[in-house]
């Protein structure tokens, strides 16, 4: 595909598979962008929420 017409997902995707390429280019290292990056706002949603489940469950039963 042509870098002009790629959507800001690929343009992403490119950019991290040039860095995981050369590593020593990296500032910093794998993080939550990474994590997100590449899937939906549904899935990051999931994982948000079932954090705060696991925190709430927690907080109730181990107090």
């Known amino acids: 595909m ?3 017409h790629e959507s800001p997902e690929e343009r992403r995707e490119r950019f991290r598979q ?3 390429k050369n590593p020593s280019s990296s500032v ?4 939550l962008a990474d994590l ?3 899937s939906n706002w549904k899935v990051t949603g999931s994982l948000i929420l079932i954090a ?3 925190f709430l469950i927690y907080a109730i039963f181990f107090r």
């Open 52 to 54: 705060i489940l696991i």
């Open 36 to 38: 997100v990056g590449g």
């Open 28 to 31: 910093h290292g794998s993080n």
């Open 18 to 20: 040039e860095e995981l």
């Open 2 to 4: 042509n870098k002009d």
